[in-house]
C-alpha cells in the first residue's frame, strides 16, 4: 500500500548531484518505511556492514547528507558503520509539495521507522541543529539502541523560544522561503569554498522543491501547547534521568542561534555531559570543521 502523500512528492533528478566535491559516496534507498510507503529515502551508508559501533549522522535545515563528507571517513577509517540519512524533503529523499505535511511528528516517526527498517543497534548519535531537535528525542522510545552520543550546536524541542537569535530566524525564512542556501552557508563559515556551499543548493532545483526547508523553522516547538513539545520534556527528563552513555559535545562559538548559551543549557540536561571542545571559528554548520570533531570524538570514547 503507498502513502496518499506519495502521489504530490517531488524527486530531485540525480543528474544535480555528479561530482559534488568531497562527496563521492554511493547512495542507498529504501521505499518501503510503515506509513511512508511509495516515499523514496536516500541514506549514505559506509564502513563494515556488522561493525561494533553505527554512527547514525542526523542533518538539520537546509542542509543534506552533504553535510557529513568530512566526519564519515574519520569513523569508516576507524572500523565502523556510518549511517546518514536525508530527511524526507531533503537531500536525495523525495520531497512532498505541501508544507502542511511537514510537522514535528512526520519527521520523528520516520527516523524511528528508518532506524528499525535498518535494523540499527549500538548507535552513536551524532547530530546538529533538526538532526538533534529530533535526535535527541528518539532514545528514551527506541530502548537498547543508542549508547553514545556526539551532539553539536542544537537544542532540545521543550516549548520555549531558544532565545532572539532563532526568532529573528524563524521570521527571516517567513519572509524569505526561497532564501540562498549557499550563500547562507558561506556567511556561517568563510572557509567554505564556493563549490561546496553550491553543493547545498543541489537538491533544490526550484520553490516547489523546499517545502520542508520552509517550513522547519514554524515548526520548531517554541509555546508549550505546540506538537513535539510534550515529546521534549519528556526526553529532557530522559537525559537527566536515565541516560548511561558516553557524550562527547562539541560548540560552534560563533553560532548566533543555537551557540554556547543554548548548548551550555543542554549540557546541563545530558547526564554526564563533559565540558565541550569549543570551535572558536566555527559557526552553526559545525560538520564543516568536522574532521578534528570526529577524531576528538573518537579520542573520548576511547
Not at 512532498?96 to 520516520?110: K, L, Q, S
Not at 527498517?117 to 530502548?143: A, F, Y
Not at 522543491?209 to 526526553?235: C, K, Y
Request: proline share 9%; glycine share 8%.
Amino acid at each position: 500500500m503507498t502513502s496518499p502523500i506519495a502521489a504530490r512528492v517531488l524527486r530531485t533528478p540525480d543528474d544535480r548531484f555528479n561530482a559534488l566535491p568531497g562527496y563521492a559516496f554511493s547512495p542507498h534507498y529504501v521505499d518501503d518505511l510503515p506509513g511512508y510507503e511509495g516515499l523514496r529515502v536516500h541514506y549514505v551508508d559506509e564502513g563494515p556492514v556488522h561493525a561494533r559501533h553505527v554512527f547514525l549522522c542526523l542533518h538539520g535545515q537546509p542542509t543534506w547528507a552533504y553535510l557529513y563528507r568530512k566526519m564519515i571517513p574519520v569513523f569508516t577509517a576507524a572500523g565502523h558503520r556510518v549511517v546518514a540519512p536525508d530527511l524526507l524533503g531533503f537531500g536525495r529523499s523525495d520531497k512532498p509539495v505541501d508544507d502542511a505535511t511537514y510537522t514535528f511528528n512526520f519527521h520523528r516517526e520516520f527516523l524511528m521507522r528508518f532506524i528499525e527498517r535498518l535494523n540499527l543497534t549500538n548507535i552513536t548519535l551524532v547530530c546538529q541543529d533538526w538532526g538533534g531537535l529530533l535526535g535527541l528525542t528518539l532514545p528514551m522510545d527506541m530502548p537498547g539502541r543508542f549508547t553514545r552520543l556526539l551532539v553539536m550546536n542544537t537544542g532540545l524541542p521543550t516549548g520555549a523560544a531558544p532565545g532572539e537569535g532563532f526568532m529573528a530566524w524563524r521570521d527571516f525564512v517567513a519572509t524569505n522561503p526561497d532564501f540562498d542556501i549557499a550563500r547562507m552557508i558561506r556567511r556561517s563559515d568563510p572557509e567554505i569554498t564556493k563549490e561546496e556551499s553550491q553543493a547545498y543548493n543541489a537538491p533544490f532545483p526550484d520553490s516547489r522543491s523546499r517545502a520542508g526547508v520552509r517550513r522547519f523553522p514554524a515548526i520548531v516547538p517554541i509555546t508549550p501547547e505546540m506538537e513535539g513539545a510534550d515529546v521534549g520534556q519528556r526526553a529532557a527528563r530522559w537525559w537527566r534521568e536515565a541516560w548511561t552513555g558516553d557524550t562527547f559535545m562539541a560548540v560552534g562559538m560563533k553560532d548566533p542561534v543555537l551557540g554556547p548559551p543554548v548548548m551550555a543549557a543542554l549540557r546541563k540536561v545530558i547526564k554526564g555531559c563533559p565540558a565541550p571542545w569549543q570551535v572558536a571559528e566555527g559557526g552553526h554548520f559545525l560538520q564543516e570543521r568536522g574532521e578534528d570533531i570526529a577524531k576528538a570524538a573518537l579520542h573520548a570514547f576511547g
